[in-house]
């Protein structure tokens, strides 16, 4: 059977390529009815923090990538200890001090056939004896990684290119151990669109600030599982139906690259399919933390608005720059749509339009056009000659959803008092 595992040092938050990382071992794991091992390289004490273990947690949960075992390398400090001995009273490793090593013999080549990038070769020319335990005790990486992918059993080991050349070494190690080697693929790294590696220099990196930007956890791992790996031409995939898709075979050589602007095309399309309710829960929490709303808030009106603006967000942060104009008591235009109003000087039209809103009967869809109509029609004016700057007054903004459904959405009496202070 098949299993691999992911196994992030709690170091730091769950980045974008270890996300990536966990997604392509996830998916194998699945395509091949295999299993999915997590595992916490928690073994430097002193950089390994609690807080980033319950984010990494957190962030896997979040996109939905579910394990089938988990484990904790601090836990099991007494095992890799055990096996560095053994391997001391096999004469395959020495001491150094407290520090145990495994002698490497010299002039041998390792050869593993990487899943995704062939054959490799590393004389042992290049490797030096390899440190097993640290002098304080603690496990090498290597070591540790070594004993557990053994002893539970992973078949594949796939991670990030930036491993390769800590295969020989740990090859050395099974060997030295008398387990049998796995089968390794090492993915191609993420590059930030200015061709350097993916860092924090380019933003955010961490999967958790993607979140609170309000990216749903489909669609970013529909845009990450597109980052080195493509099922054909299909852009928007489940992570289901990848499953069923997914081939190690057509992972890319090449380093993929990050594109902002199609993560947020790919969230878009998530958003705009999303259930209006769903969507509504998401935003009630952050709308409530941004003083949009108050606790006795108007959940049928709520989710009007997000159902008027679903289609035309990439973010759920985006909404609340889009449709913040509906919840901010005290409208402030913006300084450009000000000058714009200026230029165009339809202060007589607004007043009209204005008095005869209040006229009116009712405040839907229907009447509000009519009455808008009629206007239009009297003045004898292109209705596009008093549409835009309507929109401006009320919204503040040239672009969004018909004039009629946002004078809907912002009601009768804020419709008025902004037509009326607009100059
Ligand atoms: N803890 C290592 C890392 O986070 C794991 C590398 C591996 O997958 O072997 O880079």
């Known amino acids: 059977m098949v299993k691999v595992r992911f196994a992030p040092s709690p170091t730091g938050y769950l980045h974008i390529g270890g996300a990536r990382t966990a997604l392509f071992n996830w998916m194998y794991a699945k395509a091949q009815g295999g299993q999915f091992v997590l595992r916490i390289e928690d073994t430097d004490l002193e950089r390994s923090k609690p807080e980033y273990e319950k984010e990494i947690l957190d962030s896997?949960?979040?996109?939905?990538?579910?394990?089938?075992?988990?484990?904790?390398?601090?836990?099991?400090?007494?095992?890799?200890?055990?096996?560095?001995?053994?391997?001391?009273?096999?004469?395959?490793?020495?001491?150094?001090?407290?520090?145990?090593?495994?002698?490497?013999?010299?002039?041998?080549?390792?050869?593993?056939?990487?899943?995704?990038?062939?054959?490799?070769?590393?004389?042992?020319?290049?490797?030096?004896?390899?440190?097993?335990?640290?002098?304080?005790?603690?496990?090498?990486?290597?070591?540790?990684?070594?004993?557990?992918?053994?002893l539970m059993e992973i078949t594949?080991?796939?991670r990030?290119?930036?491993?390769?050349?800590?295969t020989p070494k740990q090859i050395l190690i099974y060997e030295a151990m008398g387990f049998k080697v796995p089968k390794f693929g090492h993915l191609p790294?993420?590059?930030?669109?200015?061709?350097?590696?993916?860092?924090?220099?380019?933003?955010?990196?961490?999967?958790?600030?993607?979140?609170?930007?309000?990216?749903?956890?489909?669609?970013?791992?529909?845009?990450?599982?597109?980052?080195?790996?493509?099922?054909?031409?299909?852009?928007?995939?489940?992570l289901a139906n990848a499953v069923t898709k997914f081939s190690i075979k057509r992972v890319n050589k090449t380093a993929a690259q990050f594109n902002m602007e199609k993560l947020k095309w790919t969230n878009?399309?998530?958003?705009?399919?999303?259930?209006?309710?769903?969507?509504?829960d998401l935003l009630i929490p952050v709308l409530l933390e941004e003083g949009y709303i108050s606790a006795s808030f108007?959940?049928?009106?709520?989710?009007?608005?997000?159902?008027?603006?679903?289609?035309?967000?990439?973010?759920?942060?985006?909404?609340?720059?889009?449709?913040?104009?509906?919840?901010?008591?005290?409208?402030?235009?913006?300084?450009?749509?000000?000058?714009?109003l200026?230029?165009?000087?339809?202060?007589?039209?607004?007043?009209?339009?204005?008095?005869?809103?209040?006229?009116?009967?009712?405040?839907?869809?229907?009447?509000?056009?009519?009455?808008?109509?009629?206007?239009?029609?009297?003045?004898g004016i292109p209705s596009g000659d008093l549409v835009h700057p309507t929109r401006l007054a009320l919204t503040g903004n040239a672009v969004g959803p018909g004039l009629f459904e946002t004078m809907v959405a912002l009601g009768k009496e804020r419709t008025i008092e902004r037509l009326r202070t607009a100059y």
């Open 160 to 166: 990030g290119e930036d491993h390769i050349s800590n």
């Open 268 to 280: 878009a399309q998530y958003i705009k399919k999303s259930a209006t309710e769903s969507l509504t």
């Open 156 to 158: 594949h080991v796939i």
């Open 342 to 379: 200026a230029a165009k000087n339809v202060k007589k039209e607004f007043l009209l339009l204005a008095g005869r809103l209040e006229e009116a009967q009712a405040f839907d869809l229907a009447t509000t056009e009519k009455v808008f109509r009629d206007i239009v029609a009297e003045l």
């Open 189 to 238: 790294l993420i590059m930030g669109t200015d061709g350097a590696r993916l860092s924090k220099r380019f933003g955010a990196v961490a999967v958790t600030d993607y979140r609170s930007e309000g990216f749903l956890p489909d669609g970013l791992v529909n845009y990450l599982m597109l980052l080195g790996w493509s099922p054909g031409n299909e852009e928007i995939l489940s």
């Open 298 to 340: 108007d959940r049928k009106w709520l989710e009007s608005v997000v159902q008027l603006f679903k289609a035309r967000m990439s973010t759920l942060r985006e909404f609340l720059e889009r449709a913040g104009f509906l919840f901010l008591k005290s409208f402030v235009m913006p300084q450009e749509a000000h000058e714009e």
């Open 60 to 150: 896997m949960t979040w996109l939905g990538l579910t394990w089938d075992e988990f484990y904790k390398q601090s836990e099991r400090f007494s095992l890799y200890k055990e096996y560095a001995e053994k391997l001391v009273a096999e004469g395959k490793a020495y001491r150094d001090g407290t520090a145990v090593l495994l002698t490497v013999a010299k002039g041998r080549d390792i050869k593993f056939d990487d899943l995704i990038r062939g054959l490799i070769v590393f004389n042992t020319d290049e490797i030096k004896d390899q440190v097993l335990m640290k002098s304080d005790g603690s496990p090498a990486y290597s070591f540790s990684c070594v004993v557990d992918d053994a």
